[in-house]
């Protein structure tokens, strides 16, 4: 078991959270892109080991946040309210 | 054709029904008006004259009309009489939606510290800014009013819970008696 961290209510058990995708994934835009291009953007993942910025949802309150993480050690670095950051960069 | 009704527990009558021992106690409440306010939650403050210092987990409550928070733009607001704000969306900016029929509520009395032990790794000492959580593997509201411990769960959800709450306060007196049993056997 581990407790997260949400930007709004504070540490919460593990399993109130669910996983969004990799911060920085940005939905292509316009009529032009190209197959590769959405390709990338649905199928292709980085998967580093060690640390990753990812986007999560605390599930009972809503908080869309990035939870900067090692995946390794499952340390959690911090997290920060997508409310606050400009991006999900 | 087999009863399938069998496979699922009674639901007890809720006004009468109580689980506990001398000192830990859960009822259902009944009676209390419910409603989700969403959006901007001072506007709505001013309109229904209920101050905006919403409860987060295991905050304390009192009074018969209170608001509790469950997200950061979101109220569950509890109040022994109907709202005075009509449900729907308002100019002012916000939505008010009866949750009367959605929700039920549970009141713990007395020692309810066990019940939350075993209920969420949450420390109940500590505050957090929203009361929604994971309570029992459910989503749940919780909160103190008074000295009693309250827990929203879905209507849905109210017989398990009920079940749960009757396992774990079994355990609890399991746990109590062998306690003393063997503490009787050390000493004897």
Redesign the interface.
Known sequence: ?Q?FH?P??????E??FHFGGEAGNIRPDGADVTSERWASYLYLRDNPKGAVREVWVH?????FFVMARDSVSHHVASTTSL?CAEHAQ | MRNLAEKWAVVPDWNTAVIGRPDLAIRSLQGLHQSYVSGDLAAWSDVSGIALQPV??FGVASGDAYAVR???D?LLVVSASPSAVAPGWHEGGFAVTTVSAGLQIFEVEGAWSEIVARA???DPG?????A???FAGI?AVVYRHGEMLRVHVDRGLATYFWTWAAAVIGNIVGAASKSQMETLESTG
């Open positions: 078991m407790l949400c709004f209510c504070g540490q919460r058990d399993t109130e599930m009972t309150c809503g908080e409310d | 987060g987990a469950v997200a950061r979101r969420t790794p949450l500590a505050t957090s800014a929203s929604a959580m994971a989503d």
